[in-house]
């Protein structure tokens, strides 16, 4: 049986098909599954069944030789990109991602300041449980899911400009893919700070397994807009709603105090 590492040596580099939406490594897990159920069906050929598992063998090692996924390109996601480290732009990745803006009538330092403290996440961000700064760079974040899964994983901080932009990203081999970055400027007319969240979220599994879930509607699409709500809230009356339902009234957090 063709192995892993023996199929990566099969995977072209490019090719005339398809457009390629599927990572080199689910390419080569591609072609040996498929490889493995040509056999299977060939020294079963007189047994019910052969025909389509034999036919379904052949599709996973087309895919696998060509790069391209039907389901993914009818979902328009995939993860021939996933291995690049450009992780910050929303709706880059197969995963859940959002982006959205909203004018925070605070200066740009002050806001900036309150979304830095990373423990502070909680506040605003409906699927954060908790926030545990490490160091200066690192921290442990740990989030409940609709379905009521506690997931944890470790992030670090990879772009820290003061005033005008903060990003993070979950560490390499975390459970959890999960990507933000603030971005923040001066609104116009002196009306405080036109502040910028975009955000990633990839649950655990397979990505065949989530593009399956999300075509059957089981992936909740996160509304960064309601965070961004409960941000300005915070910042600017001093006092919000928290995500889990209860009323919260001290600015605490680094927010700043009732004007």
């Known amino acids: 049986m063709t192995s892993i590492e023996e199929a990566e040596d099969f995977v072209p580099a490019e090719h005339p098909g398809p457009d390629v939406n599927v990572s080199p490594v689910e390419r080569a897990a591609s072609i040996t599954l498929g490889t493995a159920l040509v056999a299977l069906a060939l020294s079963r050929r007189q ?43 929303a709706g880059g990745h197969d995963d859940v991602s959002a982006e959205a803006a909203v004018t925070i009538g605070r200066p740009p330092e002050e806001v900036y300041t309150f979304c830095r403290a990373l423990d502070g996440a909680p506040r605003f961000m409906a699927f954060v449980e908790s926030v545990q700064p490490l160091d200066a760079l690192r921290s442990r974040w740990m989030a409940r899911t609709p379905s009521g899964r506690t997931l944890d994983w470790m992030a670090e901080v990879i772009e820290d400009r003061p005033g005008e932009l903060f990003a993070w990203r979950s560490l390499p081999g975390q459970p959890v893919h999960h990507a933000g970055a603030f971005r923040f400027r001066p609104a116009p007319g002196g009306r405080g700070t036109e502040v910028r969240l975009d955000l990633e979220y990839q649950p655990p599994g397979a990505p065949l397994v989530r593009a399956v879930a999300r075509l059957l509607g089981s992936v909740a699409e996160y509304v960064v807009e309601e965070d961004l709500r409960r941000l300005k809230q915070i910042l600017e009356a001093g006092e919000t709603a928290t995500t889990r339902g209860q009323p919260q009234g001290s600015p605490g957090c680094g927010a700043p105090a009732r004007a």
């Open 47 to 89: 047994t019910a069944g052969a025909l389509t598992v034999g036919l379904f063998g052949a599709y996973m090692a087309w895919r696998g030789a060509t790069g391209h996924c039907v389901l993914y390109e009818a979902l328009d996601t995939g993860t021939a990109e996933d291995e690049e480290d450009d992780r910050l732009a």
